[in-house]
């Protein structure tokens, strides 16, 4: 019926007190496709360009050393330098310590040659290449001691990530963290013998006999590590002039044609015309053994006597007229490749981001353009490479020693524009000037020298100011003495009147100073 009420139960379900959460069933660790795992069987996948080819090529060419002497000269060439992680770090005891140990580090890590020229030969190999690698030697207690360039980059061959996923240890901020990856392997190849190496941070053990792992493996047979430095994602890197290639290839071509022009003329170089006549068959022998006889410097200074026969014909008595029409002038317009060349040159500095100074093209530079192409290139190509670099130093190859205070940087060179220099001192003048300490720095700097700071607080305060407090300073002391000398005067004299009035004047002054001061 209409009018009665429908009751409506409703049962509240509460959760338990303590809330649970059941953990997340995921993979734990990468589960990404690997391109050599399904596009090649073998367990060595070899690079997709051949490396003695591409060393051939680099070697031949007019640009591409020029390019690898750039990046391996301005990226590491300046040195290695040590800072601190944090900018205000203070140097405590534990700071210093750490800087003493990472600085006899570096300078141990090779006993062959400066540390600095390991990573000029990785960057030059790297460059030529797209990959180049570094052998890596611990101590008993697992720590990084040596590093050694691997000079013979293309007899080098490295695996796909191989099963299983391992677990690896990696310092972060003085804690361990456990990551699980598919590791490596690498190998070397020469005359029939080839030696085994694990990948950087691989914990077990292999034998380099083999490659074959292990957890008893002697000592004198345990792999040593192999950290590679590749540009890109690929397995052997990526060449980062190989849209180039073809360029290179014909620069060396019209090189070499310009060198054949020299050596043996061009072909066809002149054409002989015979007007009204015809040559001897004396001349035209005379003109074989003139060709076979003039290439190179010998013919420099040859010269060619023709003659000529009117047709047989009893009514033409006129002689016959030879004309030499020269080929060679037609044939080097572009002279001799020189603008196909040039251009080529300019796609390969293109595709390593680098301007003409650094590859020895100088001839369009003034002061104002050259400081300007310096400043781009050091920002855009060599300090991204320099931070990249010292990355991989810090996080992966001394991530071991778990530096809290310290860490490695490539130097740069300086590279400051006088003329912006000039403008930031202006301003800062204009604005009060510099503290002594700072003009003393900047200055220093300018000289390449160091020097330290003043003693005192002084020298944090800038001239134009201690000038400024020094006048009034003067002042005040001027007007007390003044002063002074009215209030002696007034006593003498019993006029207290004139003491009421000295006494408001220094009220006066001492409410002004008060008030200057805030």
Not at 16 to 39: C, F, G, H, W, Y
Request: proline share 4%; hydrophobic share 35%.
């Amino acid at each position: 019926m209409s009018g009665e009420k429908r009751g409506v139960s409703v049962t509240v379900i509460k959760a338990d007190d303590e809330t649970r959460m059941e953990p997340v069933l995921k993979a734990e660790s990468s589960v990404q496709i690997d391109e050599d795992e399904k596009m090649h069987a073998n367990d060595w996948p070899e690079p997709e360009l051949p490396l003695d080819g591409l060393e051939e090529i680099v070697k031949n060419s007019s640009i591409l050393p020029q390019c690898c002497r750039a990046y391996k000269s301005n990226i590491a060439g300046y040195g290695i330098g040590i800072k601190y992680k944090e900018d205000d770090q203070e140097e405590t005891k534990e700071a210093l310590a750490e800087w003493t140990q990472l600085e006899d580090i570096l300078n141990l890590l090779t006993i062959e040659q400066d540390t600095k020229e390991v990573f000029e030969d990785i960057i030059e190999a790297r460059e030529k290449f797209g990959i180049a690698y570094c052998e890596v030697i611990r101590n008993n207690a697992g720590e990084v001691v040596q590093i050694e360039f691997v000079r013979e980059t293309t007899y080098m061959r490295k695996s796909r990530p191989l099963e299983p996923f391992v677990e690896a240890t990696y310092l972060y901020k003085g804690r361990e963290v456990k990551r699980k990856k598919r590791f490596r392997k690498y190998k070397q190849s020469i005359g029939g013998t080839t030696v085994y190496y694990k990948e950087f941070g691989d914990p077990r053990r292999m034998d380099y006999r083999d490659g074959k792992y292990g957890d008893s493996v002697p000592k004198e047979y345990q792999a040593n590590e192999i950290i590679d430095f590749a540009i890109g994602t690929d397995t052997y890197g990526e060449v980062r002039w190989i849209g180039q290639i073809l360029g290179c290839d014909g620069a060396r071509r019209a090189e070499n044609l310009n060198n054949n022009y020299f050596i043996n003329g061009r072909h066809i170089p002149l054409a002989i015309v015979v007007k009204g006549g015809t040559l001897t068959n004396d001349s035209i022998k005379h003109i074989r053994e003139y060709l076979n006889g003039v290439r190179g410097e010998k013919g420099q200074h040859s010269f060619l006597l023709l003659e000529a026969q009117n047709n047989e014909s009893d009514f033409d008595t006129k002689m016959p007229e030879v004309e030499m029409k020269d080929l060679a002038s037609i044939l080097q317009k572009d002279e001799l490749f020189q603008d196909y060349i040039d251009n080529n040159r300019r796609k390969v500095q293109s595709a390593f981001n680098l301007p003409d100074l650094y590859v020895g093209y100088t001839t369009d530079f003034n002061r104002a353009t050259a400081q300007t192409a310096m400043e781009v290139t050091e920002k855009q190509v060599f300090q991204p490479e320099r931070k990249s670099l010292a990355w991989v130093i810090n996080n992966r190859l001394l991530n071991g020693y778990n530096f809290q205070y310290v860490e490695v940087e490539f130097l740069a060179p300086d590279i400051t524009n006088p003329d912006d220099l000039y403008k930031i001192l202006t301003v800062a003048e204009k604005a009060g000037g510099l503290p002594p300490n700072k003009a003393k720095q900047v200055a220093y700097d300018a000289l390449g020298e160091t020097a330290e700071d003043y003693e005192g607080e002084w020298g944090e305060i800038p001239v134009t100011i201690q000038q400024q407090q020094a006048q009034a300073e003067a002042a005040k002391n001027n007007l007390m003495a003044q002063l002074s000398t009215q209030i002696e005067k007034a006593q003498k004299n019993d006029e207290p009147d004139s003491v009421i009035s000295v006494l408001k004047q220094v009220h006066n002054l001492l409410s002004e100073i008060k008030g200057a001061q805030e």
